[in-house]
């Protein structure tokens, strides 16, 4: 902003017939903006030709069944080149409009509270925030992430320029900064709700709250500066295009300009709540307040309004009612207040306050540097309950009243919020069952609700150096002898799967089938035009064993187990027994009995210290058909869940983590391992999802397997939910991931997540995957990397 002008009035809008809540700049028709209200319509207000200076309605929305708190434009698209209307309502819907249709085009619905604040991002993503604690991301009319953390209403949330990166402020004072659906980050600092949020840049952004202050904090988790001059709670903020200068506005009656990092110009309101702001493409300002007014303030001369509309808007402020109780005096005591010949004396800052004794009248006053003198702002009404707003806070919510019920005489009140939408029965009921009282009083409560809203009318890791486990021992849990079981690696091609190992120099490169090891390919052009890559939708399992050294090892650590966890003679015959009639297709063996499983779901209870052979022999049992049914049916399967994600958990040992991730891959090779684990999945991948720091590669292997596994069930199932979580996981652990198969693996479960979804392969994009893992696409060793993600890239242009 070039000029420094003062803002003064534009025009004001009477646009609704209640609070007008939130407000958004259109794409189209520039210059245009949206406002929502609580009369539970959404309008569309372009400027007018004419010399008014004024704006015109040309759209009403429509389609909430409660009052609409927030708004955002959703970014034009080749479906909707004028773009959407995104709303958000104290109905828990989001409703999103076209400009040509009063109606919805489609609603939202998911949230279990209000919607009171909603984001927009690239590629049609939506984020939500709402008095239920969560924010959702939402893509193509679906639901594709919820972010829980916050333990209070969501009242704020914002998209970051970088792709994945998204912000919420909540009634808890805490903001969280999300990537891929996970919380990175948690700033404190706030005393009070966290109210609004503004994006300055990639890496920094401005955050509102009660406590009257404006933060302004880096992503990286420092708060650089905190500005004051508000005197109440502070609403909304918007950020200037020199993504430097912003506005707020607040429950002190006003907006505030601030330039260069100090409040520049302050302008009070005829209206106790200043609700919502924001700056039109020209530099004008929007307000929006509690007497369902919207107000344009502008520092373009040619734009002001005329001295015959100036001087109105002054009249109608100072016939404005001040109540001191609301705070935005600041401290003030009556009786020492001087007169009139104060205003004699020039202030010394724009929207300084001044109160003056007139007789019995108290006034109150405004410096304005511009016009140079002293502006009536209100008159000031000592105990007075004439506040226009409806707002009372109670546990990070908006109530109309919250009453004090005292129900045990000399006892604690309780708070009883209430709206005056609601029903007064209801509301009583529930009030009751909270706080455990008799349903006796339930006539008492509700009349005495009646009672007091009279007159109110409802309105419209341990280092990569070396198997982790094994010290000088010959046993290696995984790794393959001569005699190889199930046959070669069905993934990595090199016919041996050895933890910890470095690749095998006679394994064919290039040309083998990255997943079986089996077949070639005539030349290098076939490979480039076939995707022999994904989807993947055949599990893939960890299948080499040594039998006799996983039944060595476990007889030498039994030997030396405390005599309360000694395995009997007999107890180690029968697991060697499992062991031998799971490690071959052709084994002579009989089947698994009852009583092995038992015996074996008995003994991965053992210390976990020692455990790590019995965790070998489960991951190879669990692919047996017989074993798979019984460890992972409805009543039995959860418990092995549970079992496998304690030993998961981020402390654990190396050796029991990796077993029990390959333990889970496993058991994708059953019907009932698959059922069991995609009714686990959100718990399953969530643990998993944090293995990923731990600095082991065998770990990292066996979780990318897990998330493709997942991928490959979920492929062409309709659940974006389900997808969305491989999508984030994966992405997090791209992250930290350096072992090339671990690498190709996830870029694996990437494509087959997206590979004939739409849906899934927009919401990837949002995330900025692609921009993740544009670094692989040059990787030539081993070269099944480079080429997975150059079809992978492609899949997302």
């Not at 074996?600 to 798979?628: C, G, T, Y």
Request: with cysteine.
């Amino acid at each position: 902003m070039a000029s420094f002008n003062s803002y003064k009035l534009r025009c004001s809008i009477p646009g609704h017939e209640m609070d007008v809540r939130g407000l958004a700049a259109t794409v189209f028709p520039e210059g245009a903006f949206v406002s929502v209200s609580r009369d539970r319509t959404g309008r569309v207000w372009v400027p007018n030709s004419s010399s008014d200076k004024g704006f015109t309605e040309m759209h009403s929305m429509s389609g909430h069944s409660n009052f609409v708190s927030c708004v955002c434009i959703i970014a034009p698209s080749e479906t909707y080149p004028r773009g959407l209307v995104a709303t958000g309502g104290n109905d828990n819907n989001i409703c999103v409009f076209s400009l040509d249709r009063p109606q919805p085009l489609f609603t939202l619905k998911g949230h279990k509270n209000t919607v009171c604040t909603l984001s927009s991002g690239k590629f049609g993503t939506l984020l939500s925030g709402s008095w239920d604690t969560t924010a959702k991301v939402w893509l193509n009319e679906k639901c594709m992430m919820t972010l829980q953390g916050h333990t209070a209403a969501v009242w704020a949330v914002a998209i970051l320029p970088e792709q994945g990166l998204m912000l919420s402020g909540s009634a808890d004072k805490t903001i969280k900064l999300w990537k891929a659906g996970r919380c990175e980050k948690t700033f404190t600092g706030h005393e009070d709700c966290v109210r609004d949020l503004a994006v300055i840049s990639n890496t920094e952004f401005f955050s509102c709250s009660n406590d009257t202050s404006i933060r302004r904090w880096l992503v990286t988790g420092e708060c650089v500066q905190v500005y004051y001059s508000h005197t109440n709670f502070i609403y909304s903020l918007a950020v200037f295009p020199n993504s430097q200068d912003f506005i707020s506005t607040g429950e002190d009656r006003s907006l505030r300009i601030w330039r260069q990092g100090e409040c520049s110009q302050t302008i009070r309101l005829p209206a106790q709540s200043v609700w919502c702001c924001c700056i039109l493409p020209n530099g004008d300002i929007v307000v929006g307040a509690s007497d369902g007014i919207i107000r344009v303030f502008t520092e373009a001369e040619d734009r002001m309004a005329s001295a015959e509309d100036l001087q109105a808007f002054e009249d109608e402020l100072s016939k404005a009612t001040i109540d001191p109780k609301t705070g935005d005096l600041g401290d003030i005591k009556l009786e020492d207040l001087p007169g009139r010949e104060h205003l004699n004396e020039p202030g010394n800052r724009d929207g300084q306050t001044r109160l003056i004794k007139d007789g019995q009248k108290v006034e109150a006053y405004q410096w304005s540097v511009s016009d140079g003198r002293w502006m009536k702002i209100g008159d000031v009404v000592g105990g007075s309950n004439q506040q226009t707003s409806k707002s009372v806070m109670y546990e990070g919510k908006e109530y109309d009243y919250v009453f004090s019920i005292d129900v045990n005489e000399g006892g604690p009140s309780m708070k009883l919020p209430y709206n005056v939408t609601d029903d007064p029965w209801l509301t009583a009921h529930n009030f009751l069952q909270k706080n455990d009282l008799s349903p006796m009083f339930l006539d008492q409560v509700a009349n005495f609700i009646i009672e007091n809203t009279k007159g109110h009318v409802v309105g419209p890791a341990q280092p990569a150096g070396g198997d982790p486990f094994t010290g000088g021992a010959r046993y290696i849990p995984g790794s393959s002898s001569d005699t190889a079981g199930f046959g070669a690696d069905p993934f990595t091609g090199t016919g041996r799967y050895i933890p910890g190992s470095g690749p095998n120099p006679g394994a064919p490169v290039g040309v083998a089938d990255p997943f079986t090891g089996g077949g070639a390919y005539s030349s290098a052009a076939l490979r480039q035009t076939t995707n022999i890559y994904f989807p993947k939708t055949d599990g893939v399992t960890f299948e080499q064993a040594n039998s006799s050294q996983i039944t060595a090892k476990l007889k030498e650590l039994n030997g030396g187990a405390p005599q309360e966890h000694k395995l009997s003679e007999e107890v180690l015959e029968s697991l060697e027994r499992l062991l031998l009639s799971v490690c071959g297709l052709n084994s002579s063996e009989p089947a698994p009995t009852i009583q092995q499983i038992n015996l074996l779901w008995k003994a991965s209870h053992w210390p976990e210290d020692i455990v790590f052979p019995v965790l070998d022999i489960m991951r190879l049992a669990v692919r047996h058909p017989q074993v798979n049914e019984s460890l992972c049916g409805e009543a039995e399967g959860v418990q092995l869940c549970n079992h496998l994600l304690n030993l998961m958990r981020p402390e654990g040992r190396p050796a029991n983590q990796m077993l029990a991730l390959r333990t889970l891959c496993n058991c994708f090779s059953g019907r009932h391992g698959r059922a069991l684990l995609m009714a686990q999945r959100e718990t399953v991948l969530s643990r998993a999802a944090d293995l990923a720091t731990v600095c082991n590669k065998n770990i990292h292997i066996a979780l990318a397997t897990l998330v493709l596994n997942y991928a490959g069930c979920l492929h062409l199932q309709p659940d974006l939910e389900a997808k969305a979580q491989c999508l984030s996981v994966a992405s997090r652990a791209l992250e930290t991931v350096q072992d090339k198969e671990a690498v190709f693996r996830l870029l694996v479960a990437l494509g087959t997540t997206v590979a004939s979804d739409q849906t899934a392969q927009d919401l990837a994009r949002s995330l900025g995957v692609s921009s993740q893992i544009s670094k692989y696409s040059s990787v030539s060793d081993p070269s099944k990397v480079g080429e997975c993600c150059q079809l992978l890239l492609k899949e997302l242009q």
